[in-house]
């Protein structure tokens, strides 16, 4: 394997890393914390946390790991290294399991959370709607 490739693997496995810790924090600890909350204070704190997090770090680190998997793919193509199919699957599960799951229930989730009427009955009822669903889906 080309010493390219596997310093790509070590950038892949570095940042997938950090991004499962991100998953893991907020799906083990901060979302329960959030839930003890009352449901204005626990909707607000997200919508909150939901902008926080939408910076520059963030974004290179989530959105850049899947760039490197889709080429770590492409080049493995090229190369064809022993083991190939083991860095499809992991190159595949951040893609759909990371960007796809984010991309098309958590985003969508946080945008209604975002424009739904801060302390009203919507809010709350979306707000357990939220946590339950979102959760299992981080």
């Not at 889709?70 to 080049?75: E, F, G, K, M, P």
Request: no cysteine; aromatic share 10%; charged share 15%.
């Amino acid at each position: 394997m080309p010493s390219a490739l596997e310093g790509l693997v070590v950038v892949l496995l570095v940042g997938s890393g950090l991004v499962s810790g991100i998953l893991f924090i907020f799906s083990n600890t901060v979302m329960e914390a959030l839930g003890r909350q009352g449901e204005d204070e626990g909707a607000a704190a997200m919508v909150s946390i939901n902008e926080v997090i939408l910076n520059p770090t963030f974004f290179l680190l989530f959105m850049g790991t899947g760039a490197a998997s889709a080429t770590l793919v492409i080049l493995t193509f090229h190369w064809r290294p022993d083991g190939a199919w083991m860095l499809y699957a992991a190159a595949g599960l951040y893609i759909a399991g990371v960007l796809g799951v984010t991309g098309a229930v958590n985003v969508p989730l946080n945008d209604r959370l975002a424009a739904a009427r801060p302390s009203g009955v919507e809010t709350r009822k979306l707000w357990h709607h939220y946590l339950d669903r979102w959760t299992r889906w981080n």
